[in-house]
């Protein structure tokens, strides 16, 4: 990060962060704040892991059948995690996805929570968290429930592990830009789901890429943004 913005301004990266996913908080977000970069979170349900349907037997398939968080005894010992978070929502008045949401948006101002939904009653049991407020000692009590490390399982199989950049040096990607700042005019727009910058990006204007995924890019062809597999 510190040598991507000596070549480029970054305003945003886009990484996994949630009450189960903390790893963030060890080297990258001191880093993100030490150089005023923003923070857009994904994952912060932990792919449905933290919901009321995954404590009542909601099927889990798609990419979670193949995740180790969501198998045997991992999923088990997680779901006792999520059990443990519902009986402080319960007490606050909410549901645990509210819940998780509300922690995630509540560590600080530079980080936004990305929630997807698939229906409009998803999208406003959402919303709702926006307006929770969590208490010092209801903090304390949810990182008792989940404490760092207590999740059981790795975020992806172990060869996808090896592809992220939070998980290993970011060598290629930042070796790339550092080399060869000239060739990649202005702005950069990286989804989620890509591992190497789009060959299929536009050769004018900001660079972003064509696919399914989430994307950011400046108007005004001003803003590096990127994510933890680029």
């Not at 189960?20 to 857009?40: A, N």
């Not at 929770?132 to 996808?160: F, K, N």
């Not at 830009?177 to 789009?198: G, K, L, Q, R």
Request: proline share 5%; net charge positive.
């Amino acid at each position: 990060l510190r040598r991507a913005a000596v070549v480029h301004a970054i305003r945003d990266l886009q990484i996994e962060y949630s009450i189960m996913t903390r790893s963030v908080e060890d080297k990258i977000l001191p880093v993100l704040r030490e150089l005023g970069i923003g923070m857009t979170a994904y994952g912060v349900l932990s792919r449905g892991l933290i919901s009321e349907g995954a404590l009542g037997g909601q099927s889990m398939g798609g990419f979670r059948s193949h995740s180790p968080r969501f198998q045997g005894d991992n999923l088990s010992q997680n779901l006792t995690l999520v059990q443990a978070l519902k009986a402080i929502a319960d007490e606050k008045g909410c549901t645990v996805a509210q819940l998780a949401i509300a922690w995630v948006a509540q560590r600080g101002d530079d980080i936004v929570p990305l929630v997807g939904a698939r229906r409009r009653e998803r999208l406003a049991e959402a919303l709702v968290a926006l307006d929770i407020t969590l208490s010092p000692q209801e903090l304390g009590r949810i990182d008792g429930a989940v404490p760092v490390g207590a999740v059981a399982g790795m975020r992806y199989a172990p060869e996808q592990m090896a592809m992220l950049d939070s998980e290993r040096a970011m060598t290629t990607f930042l070796n790339m830009i550092a080399s060869e700042p000239d060739a990649h005019p202005t702005a950069w727009a990286v989804p989620e789901t890509c591992a190497t910058p789009c060959s299929r990006a536009s050769t004018s204007g900001p660079r972003t890429k064509r696919c399914a995924s989430k994307t950011r890019a400046s108007a005004s062809g001003s803003l590096m943004s990127t994510n933890e597999k680029s």
